[in-house]
């Protein structure tokens, strides 16, 4: 989580310069790489590189897929798709939450190294497919300079809104209860009052 908001500060206006797809897809391609780290290095330290991997490839992701898929779509003239396919996208990552959950955990307990693996097979897989996607970047390409007085302009505007810094607070807050909850809390619980490693991939799925 440090890692990825550290790096979401120079991302973004990154993938405003590059372009969204070619953001997303070295995004998917960091991400994958924390996969295969974990594989190859399964100790404390190849942890925490594979999390600064991680943490990068996110924040290269954040924003840009939203963003490449407005692009996609206002390229093709069904803008007014955005909301369904946005929807769409969501109810799939969910779903897909479920079905790796469920998977993931039975894997684990026989082979502990192979999720890592798949993992990182499967979200390479990702960035290639995501290579093939026809985009066409905005022919006002945005400049360094203004994207930094953007920036400043963007950081003024929220510190002196009352109402946004107070969104800002609660969305911390309710963010890192769900992740220290969900992740810190909860598996390594069950762990300990002896809950079989293959049925905590049931309990997160749910």
Known sequence: MI?????N????AFADIVG????????????????????????????MIGMLSAGLGLALQTGAWSSLTYEVLEKEGKIDKLVEVMSKAGAYFSLAAVVGSLVGA?????????????????ILLSGIVAMQIEYHKPKNKPTLS???ATTKDGIKFMLGSQKLMGL????????TSRMLMNQ????????NIGVDVALIGVTAAI
């Open 3 to 7: 890692a990825m908001s550290v790096f």
């Open 9 to 12: 500060i120079p991302t973004g």
């Open 20 to 47: 969204h797809k070619v953001s997303v897809v070295m995004g998917l391609f960091f991400h994958a790489l924390n996969g295969l780290i974990f594989y190859i290095y399964p100790t404390y330290n190849g942890m």
């Open 106 to 122: 039975p894997i684990f307990k026989y082979a502990p190294r192979l999720p890592f693996l798949l993992f990182f097979i499967c």
């Open 146 to 148: 203004g994207l930094l």
């Open 168 to 175: 800002m607070v609660l969305t911390i807050a309710m963010t």
């Open 184 to 191: 810190n809390i909860i598996q390594p619980y069950q762990i």
